[in-house]
Structures are given as structure tokens and as C-alpha cells.
């Protein structure tokens, strides 16, 4: 994926015991290549759903998504998940790490759904590692890492792929507060430094102000928008 994320009028609704919960009511925004952009917004505004979305997820009830110029409702389930591995990485609160694999083997495990082998992934995923910090902690599981450190392993297996397009929901949520300045500092850092698209989805002004561009959910809706001509 080379070119931008474009959301058109885009709109999500779910059915919660029989009614209709309109989700997102119409939100039209476009991400560039190399942006960073954070996403904020109260629970129930929205940004989740948004985030679902624009990782290819989850498909609009209506409206047009657009992914590197391909509209997502034209692709089938196969390709979508061809495209989320491929062209974007994923970093989540939780961290979602495999709790007895390796820090290097976590890394890697994108790369065995590419069919890479296995000494150029363990090559590929211990360069990962090492550019979040992580380079002594290959061989360590994630229950002999630090909440911060799990987040920079998460990090790195975002990473690995080489994405062009890198979603962040929450990431500092289950971290204390040098431990997510630190992640965040690495997020700024890879934006910066490989050109990656970072989007950070969270609630937490502070994290949000660490973005060239601050988009504002509520309600379902696009409130504002910095970037926004």
C-alpha cells in the first residue's frame, strides 16, 4: 500500500438486541502517506469504530473506504487479510503478545503468514527489536518484560512488515507514565525517521498532543479536525 486512506461519508452501524446503534454517522476524512495523526475522543465517540475501519478490521455499512486507492467493499475476505498483513502493522493496548514465545519469535510471527523464511524472519524480527531498544531481550517471554517493554515488543511486531500504515489504539493505556512517554517517543521516532503513517486512536489529550494532526470524534461524528483545509 503506497497511497492514502480515504473515508467517504463512511458510516457503521451495529444491532444491539434488535435496534440499530449508529456507530459512526458519516465521517469523511484522508490520511496521507508518512502522516501522523491521533485520534481522540470520549468512549462511545466513535474512534474505535473509526480505527476498525481504517485497519481493515471491520467494512462501512455504507459510504466509501478507500485503502492505497482500492475500495474495500470490492475486496474479499482473503485479500483484506493479505492487505492487513502486507501494509499495516497494529499496536494495541493489551499488547497481545504470545505469552510463552519469544520476544523474537512474537516479532517474527507476521512474517510466517508471508511465508518468509526462518532465518531472514529472525533476522528481520531481531532488526525490529533492536529499533525499539529491545535488542537485549530477544530470548525473554513476555512475563519477564516490563509492561513498557511488552508495548516496544508489540511495537516491533507492527514493525516487522515493513507497513506503510501503523494503527495504535490506546497504546500507553496499561502503561505508567515514563513507560508511555517512552512508547510514544519510539512512535514519533519511526514516523520520522522510516516515513510510516502512525495513527494513534486514545483518550488521553496528553498522548494526542504528540501528533501533527489531532482528529476529534464525537457522537459518531467527525467534530474537528486540525489537519482539515
Known sequence: MTGAVEALDVRRSYQLDGVAVDALRGVTMRIEPGEYVAIVGPSGSGKSTLMHLLGCLDRPTSGTLRIGGVDVAAMSEVALAALRNSAIGFVFQSFQ????????DNVALPLVYRGVRRAQRRQKAAEALDAVGLAHRLGHRPGQLSGG?????????????????????EPTGNLDTRSGADVMEIL??????????????????????????????????????????
Do not use: Y
Open 97 to 104: 503478545l504470545l505469552t510463552r514465545t519469544t520476544a523474537l
Open 149 to 169: 517493554e511488552q508495548q516496544r515488543v508489540a511495537i516491533a511486531r507492527a514493525l516487522v512488515g515493513e507497513p506503510a500504515f501503523l494503527l495504535a489504539d
Open 188 to 229: 514519533g521516532r519511526l514516523n520520522a525517521e522510516r516515513g510510516v503513517a502512525v495513527v494513534v486512536v486514545t483518550h488521553d489529550r496528553d498522548v494526542a498532543s504528540s501528533a501533527r494532526r489531532r482528529v476529534t470524534m464525537r457522537d459518531g461524528l467527525l467534530e474537528s479536525d486540525s489537519g482539515a483545509a
